[in-house]
């Protein structure tokens, strides 16, 4: 089936650094998101992006829809400790249904303070 | 607006029994999805609903699962009998858009 993969697996980072990720396929997708999940808790969705080349800020969030429709980028600036968590893309098929999204292996993220 | 709720946060039985998890969603929500996240795995949606109407099941992985919807707050899913692969933790979401979900916090099942 389709996968999305997520890289880097994890990193570690100083606090105030910025931080880049990203989540490539080999299908096209019609819709990115991106979510962020702390222990114990459910996904938060944090950025959406509709169509190819959109470039979307939350905050200190930035995230990109690749031109190609393959692949999306999440920068994080200034890092700061609550940051920490877990990043996970995910990715809606066109054939998929309006509403089937699949995600990605995730971006394990630890900050340094 | 209290988000997705889902009950219990922990469930721990033994191989065999039949364990049914819970989840309302936001009230006004037409769909309703639940997902599994395992390490392995990620997070990999079961099934989904519209408007208490299964639309897409195919990623329920065999016979022993299954999910109702009896109407718009309230969805289960059940597994009979459980088995130790089974352990997971189990997400439901709603949506109102087809731009994201909201989650719940979910329900981490353990078989032993």
């Known amino acids: 089936g389709q996968q999305l993969n997520q890289s880097p697996q994890s990193m570690f980072i100083q606090e105030g650094e910025d931080v880049s990720m990203n989540c490539t396929s080999s299908?096209?997708?019609?819709?990115w998101l991106w979510y962020k999940q702390d222990p114990g808790e459910g996904p938060v969705l944090l950025i959406a992006l509709y169509k190819a080349g959109e470039l979307t800020s939350n905050g200190r969030l930035t995230a990109q829809f690749g031109i190609t429709r393959k692949d999306s980028f999440l920068n994080i600036s200034a890092s700061i400790p609550s940051d920490v968590g877990i990043y996970f893309c995910?990715?809606?098929?066109?054939?998929?249904?309006?509403?089937?999204?699949?995600f990605g292996t995730g971006t394990r993220l630890k900050v340094l303070a | 607006d209290a988000g997705v709720i889902q009950s219990p946060r922990h469930e721990v039985t033994e191989m065999g029994q039949e364990v049914t998890l819970r989840c309302k969603p936001i009230s006004g929500h037409d769909y309703l999805f639940w997902y599994r996240q395992t390490m392995m795995r990620g997070l990999e949606l079961l099934i989904y609903f519209n408007n208490n109407v299964p639309i897409d099941d195919s990623g329920m992985p065999e016979d022993r699962f299954s999910a109702k919807m009896p109407n718009a707050s309230f969805s289960t899913l059940k597994i009979q009998p459980s088995e130790p692969r089974d352990s997971a933790v189990y997400f439901c979401?709603?949506?109102?858009?087809?731009?994201?979900?909201?989650f719940g916090s979910g329900t981490r099942l353990t078989v032993v």
């Open positions: 995910a990715g809606q098929l066109p054939s998929s249904g309006t509403y089937k999204y699949i």
């Open positions: 299908s096209i997708f019609n819709t």
């Open positions: 979401a709603s949506s109102l858009t087809p731009f994201g979900y909201t």
